[in-house]
T-cell receptor, first 116, second 111 residues
Framework: DAGVTQSPTHLIKTRGQQVTLRCSPISGHKSVSWYQQVLGQGPQFIFQYYEKEERGRGNFPDRFSARQFPNYSSELNVNALLLGDSALYLC???????????????FGPGTRLTVL | RKEVEQDPGPFNVPEGATVAFNCTYS??????FFWYRQDCRKEPKLLMS???SGNEDGRFTAQLNRASQYISLLIRDSKLSDSATYLC????????????FGTGTQLKVEL
């Protein structure tokens, strides 16, 4: 079975541009979470979506938005890119929204975003 | 204070050594705890969950001390392939999937 897939793998943008990152969860998983990992740091939680509804939001500005589609895939959008948005963006999928036994998260390979 | 704190390392150890990683967390209401492993330029992968009773998986032993809000990971008989960054992770309180990661501890196992 395919794991979590993300596209694109790498992306270069300039300041002020907008970017859309995509994630397909493991088949049967209904929850998708997004994380930002800056070099030298651990991943930081951005959003969680479950059954197309936002279930959690981290401490990120409104320039960051996301959505989940009926097939449980998800997009992360970042507007007005800043140099500090350069990072590895990770998507994680899980069966459920946090109930015991359903919450193990499986990470995709990430999208490496560089903002120049 | 960071929610999850770890010594960033690096820890350089010879093959066969025993190495211990420590981690503290600030939210006493946290309910779930994990160690993830992340290889260079790869995604994090779950190494093991951590339980109050302690748990072992082969050469890896994890311990949780809720009173001290302290989590540990012990790796015995370290292998070259254990070289990676080890991330201490605390799960969300009150449900939800939010994971809070430490900065990670880098391990280099050498010949």
């Amino acid at each position: 079975d395919a794991g979590v897939t993300q596209s694109p793998t790498h992306l270069i943008k300039t300041r002020g541009q907008q970017v859309t990152l995509r994630c397909s969860p493991i088949s049967g998983h209904k929850s998708v979470s997004w994380y930002q990992q800056v070099l030298g740091q651990g991943p930081q939680f951005i959003f969680q979506y479950y059954e197309k509804e936002e279930r959690g939001r981290g401490n990120f500005p409104d320039r960051f938005s996301a959505r989940q589609f009926p097939n449980y895939s998800s997009e992360l959008n970042v507007n007005a890119l800043l140099l500090g948005d350069s990072a590895l963006y990770l998507c994680a999928s899980s069966l459920g929204a946090g109930l015991a036994g359903e919450s193990e998260q499986f990470f995709g390979p990430g999208t490496r975003l560089t903002v120049l | 204070r960071k929610e999850v704190e770890q010594d960033p390392g690096p820890f350089n150890v010879p093959e066969g050594a025993t190495v211990a990683f420590n981690c503290t967390y600030s939210n006493s209401a946290s309910q779930s705890f994990f160690w993830y492993r992340q290889d260079c330029r790869k995604e994090p992968k779950l190494l093991m969950s951590v339980y109050s009773s302690g748990n072992e998986d082969g050469r890896f032993t994890a311990q949780l001390n809720r009173a001290s809000q302290y989590i540990s990971l012990l790796i015995r008989d370290s292998k070259l392939s254990d070289s990676a960054t080890y991330l201490c992770v605390v799960g969300a309180t009150g449900g939800g999937n939010k994971l809070t990661f430490g900065t990670g501890t880098q391990l280099k196992v050498e010949l």
